[in-house]
């Protein structure tokens, strides 16, 4: 399949590398900051957003065969229990989550406004504190390593040996000494002024809850938090999300439709983001050798702009695999951006794999 389904070895490319990453207590996430395709220039940087100190907690119902479950609807915390209209931060986070969860769970949104009762619920809750310390002046010593050295002193005398006064019987003594004087290398230590500041950070934290519709049991459970430098919690809610996500067993849900008239394979596994708090964009995380994608010189992390002349932007997952629908043979152009770089493609859809 295209996009996280194209090849088995491709689709859980992503949930390998954060598991690994989690280990180490230190989690990575990439952050493309993208300004839409319709207006202004291009101006894209693939960078490394940190959050520092993740840690996380996951509480699995072990009893539970996840492979019964197809359907999901999702529902924020704030809109459930306090009776509060779903916010504009509130709408991406479920863009984003709806955006893991089918391609990579094996489970299907249904909405809830939707007549058919979905299997699970999934219920998220998330803040962004913000704390300042005061870090007060301080003065601490600074070790420096003096080298050691060695010192050649000269000295000269002249000497009259005569022995009747002025007389020059015996003549003039002479002599010409060298003294050598080493020194050892040695510490020494210099006091340095730190004056005061001020250092803030945030406290991004996400929970999420997961109900079994059929008897209201909650059967698993998570939360991930961690410090950050983003104001924008939409940002960190992607990291601390797709953390918990990756934890989660897999369901039973397959798009039976999704092979009909589609047996090319592009070969490329991408992941829909947002960079900015505005736009969602599908970006590229893998790439199977000797695809075309391989051979046309796609990269990780190249941003898809367009497809055949379609912006891609707040696209879906599923819209973007339809996008790049079609049988072997079937050509697609691309338009990348590279770290700012706009780069046209054209790709010629290669036989799948069986």
């Known amino acids: 399949m295209t996009g996280v389904s194209e090849n ?27 300004i839409s395709v319709k207006t202004f220039s291009q101006s894209v940087a693939i960078e490394k957003l940190s959050v520092s100190n993740y840690d996380e907690k996951v509480i699995n119902d072990p009893l539970i065969d996840y492979k019964r479950f197809k359907t999901y609807s999702i529902i924020s915390a704030n809109v459930l229990f306090n009776n509060e209209p779903l916010t504009l931060e509130e709408k991406q986070i479920e863009f984003f989550l709806i955006n893991v969860i089918d391609p990579v769970l094996g489970l ?40 050691g050295r060695t010192t050649t002193i000269n000295s000269n005398s002249n000497a009259n040996i005569n022995t009747y006064g002025d007389l020059n019987v015996y003549g003039n003594a002479n002599s010409n000494n060298n003294t050598t004087i080493t020194q050892s290398g040695k510490w020494e230590t ?15 934290d996400f929970s999420l809850t997961i109900y079994n519709t059929s008897d209201n049991n909650k059967i698993w459970e998570g939360n991930a938090n961690g410090t950050s430098t983003q104001k924008d919690f939409r940002l960190a809610a992607q990291i601390l999300s797709w953390g918990l996500l990756s934890k989660m067993p897999r369901g039973s849900y397959i798009d039976t439709n999704f092979l009909k008239d589609n047996n090319g394979l592009l070969g490329i596994s991408f992941y829909i983001f947002n960079s900015n708090g505005v736009s969602f964009y599908p970006v590229i995380f893998s790439i199977i050798e000797k695809s075309a994608a391989d051979k046309k010189g796609l990269k990780k992390f190249d941003v898809i702009l367009s497809v055949n002349g379609e912006s891609t932007a707040n696209k879906m997952h599923k819209q973007i695999n339809d996008m790049i629908r079609g049988n072997e043979g079937t050509k697609i152009d691309l338009v990348i951006d590279r770290k700012g770089k706009i780069i046209k493609k054209t790709l010629i859809k290669t036989k799948r794999n069986k």
Request: aromatic fraction near 18%; charge should be positive.
């Open 108 to 147: 299907k949104n249904i909405s809830l406004k939707d007549s058919v009762k979905p299997d699970l619920m999934f219920i998220y809750s998330f803040s962004n504190d913000y704390k300042e310390k005061y870090i007060p002046p301080q003065t601490y010593s600074v070790p420096i390593w003096s080298p």
């Open 8 to 34: 088995n070895e491709t689709c859980l490319f992503l949930i390998t590398h954060i598991k690994i990453l989690i280990m180490r207590k230190h989690l990575f996430f990439f952050v493309i900051y993208l």
């Open 190 to 204: 210099s006091q340095v002024q730190r004056p005061a500041y001020t250092e803030g950070k945030f406290f991004p």
